[in-house]
């Protein structure tokens, strides 16, 4: 037997059927666009973070150098001083301390030219041990002195070297995943305005019955 069904009938299985995509079709929109605001916020604050770091490394690069330049002339201007006094005074630790200079400057040069960590360290540690012999010898002569300033722009240097190398690979790192970011978001765009353009498409669809089933003339 064959169920005969009305015009308005007709038209509330169409609207129904049209609010049903309606309803499925916005609940994932919404899920999707929450999904790329948060993929398009985490690109954009790694970006900013690279930015960042870039600038980092490259102060970090120059600083570390500058702060052994400095303690290096810190060190020869401390060391004048104390030798021309040795001298005036016709001391005969003046000899030592001379030697300790030489000693020291062969550090200086390696600090100034290697970028291993390692040798880095050992040098500074020989310094600083230099520099204790030399205020000993300074306090033979009569002469009160510290290196204090000197060390401390030698830890300086390390402490920037040590930071620098914690992030010097870090741009490239955070480079790979913001691609993968931009691929995931791509991937999400394109589901999300194919909804876009089904949402709109049902609306259009939805207006139009309800304006026939309500009596209204569409052309």
Do not use: C
């Not at 300074?138 to 000197?150: L, W, Y």
């Amino acid at each position: 037997m064959t169920e005969i069904i009305d015009n308005n009938t007709l038209m509330d299985l169409v609207i129904e059927k049209h609010n049903k995509f309606l309803g499925a079709f916005k609940s994932e929109f919404s899920e999707l666009e929450n999904k790329l605001d948060a993929v398009k916020k985490q690109t954009d604050d790694l970006k900013k973070e690279i930015e960042t770091n870039e600038t980092k490394i490259i102060v970090l690069n120059e600083k570390y150098f500058l702060y052994f330049h400095q303690a290096k002339k810190q060190r020869e201007d401390l060391f004048k001083d104390v030798i021309e006094k040795m001298q005036q005074a016709k001391s005969p630790h003046v000899h030592e301390v001379t030697r300790l200079s030489a000693r020291i400057e062969e550090h200086e040069k390696k600090l100034q030219n290697s970028r291993n960590i390692d040798d880095e360290e050992k040098s500074i540690v020989e310094v600083k041990k230099l520099l204790y012999d030399f205020e000993t010898e300074a306090r033979k002569a009569g002469i009160s002195i510290t290196s204090k300033a000197i060390i401390d722009k030698l830890n300086e240097a390390n402490e920037s070297h040590k930071e620098l190398l914690s992030i010097q690979n870090k741009p490239k790192q955070d480079i790979g995943t913001a691609k993968d970011f931009n691929k995931q978001a791509e991937e999400l765009e394109g589901r999300h305005n194919w909804l876009k353009r089904r949402i709109e498409s049902h609306t259009n669809a939805l207006g139009y019955w309800e304006k026939q089933k309500g009596g209204i003339k569409v052309e």
